[in-house]
C-alpha cells in the first residue's frame, strides 16, 4: 500500500539526518495523500541508521494505523491537526534543531534579518503560544497541532511554511515531504543568521518590508522570475 510513497517519506527523514537537523530520533517527516485520505510517517523510537520503507507506518484520518508494523511517530496527532487546519499542505516535517530550538525556547519568533530569510519566508517565523497546564495534561500532541493551527490565523503557511512551538520545536511544511524537509533546513539557516545577527548587532532592526516583499516574490507567486521556467526554487 502506497509502496511509493513510503520511499519517499523515507528518503524524507532520511533527509533530516544528512542535513543535520537531527539526533538519535529527534524529528520526523509525514506526507499526506489527499487522494486516499492516508497518511505515510516515520514510525516511533526507530533510529534512522537502517530503516527502510517498509517501516513507515500509514494511518488514516483519524490517526488509526491502516498498514505497519511499528507505532506511528508519537507526534502524528499534531500532523493531522495542522493538515485538517491548511488544506494546502502535504507534507510536514517536526525537528528539534538547536538553533530553531533555542528560539522556540525563548519563546520568540525568528525575525527576517535579511533577504535569505525574505526568500522563503514571508515576514518572521512566528512562535506560538505556550501550551497550558490542561493542554499538556490532556491529548498534548493534539493540543500542540491546535496550538499551531491558532497561528495559521495570523500566518499563512503557505507564505510562512515554517513554525515554532514554545518551549519544544519547529514544525516545517510544504506541499510535500521533500518540500517540508527543504523549508525545515532553510528555517534552521536562518534561526542562525538571526542568532549570529543580533550577538554583533543587539540593537539591530528587521529587514525593510519592501526588500522582504521583493525577494519573497522573486521566488514565489504569478510574477516570480528566479532560476529556470516553472522552477523558482
Known sequence: M???????VLRANLDLVKYGLVIFTWGNVSELDRASGLIVIKPSGVEYDG???????VTDWNGNVVEGKYKPSSDLLTHLE????????GGITHTHSAYAAAWAQSGRAIPCY?????DYF??????????????????????????????FKKTAPAEVPAILVEN?????????????????????QVAKMAYLTESLNPGVK????????????????????????????
Open 206 to 233: 528587521p529587514a525593510a518590508q519592501f526588500l522582504m516583499d521583493k525577494h519573497y516574490c522573486r521566488k514565489h507567486g504569478a510574477n516570480a522570475y528566479y532560476g529556470q521556467s516553472g522552477n523558482h526554487k
Open 168 to 188: 519544544h520545536g519547529a514544525f516545517s511544511f510544504g506541499a510535500d515531504a521533500r518540500e517540508a524537509v527543504h523549508n525545515a533546513v532553510c528555517c534552521e
Open 122 to 151: 514571508h515576514g518572521a517565523i512566528p512562535c506560538t503560544r505556550g501550551l497550558t497546564a490542561k493542554e499538556t495534561g490532556g491529548e498534548y500532541e493534539r493540543s500542540t497541532g491546535l496550538v499551531i493551527a491558532e497561528s
Open 82 to 89: 495542522i493538515y485538517k487546519a491548511a488544506p494546502g499542505i
Open 2 to 8: 502506497l509502496e511509493a510513497l513510503k520511499e519517499k
Open 51 to 57: 530503516m527502510k520503507a517498509s517501516d513507515m507506518v
Open 114 to 118: 535579511g533577504t535569505t530569510h525574505a
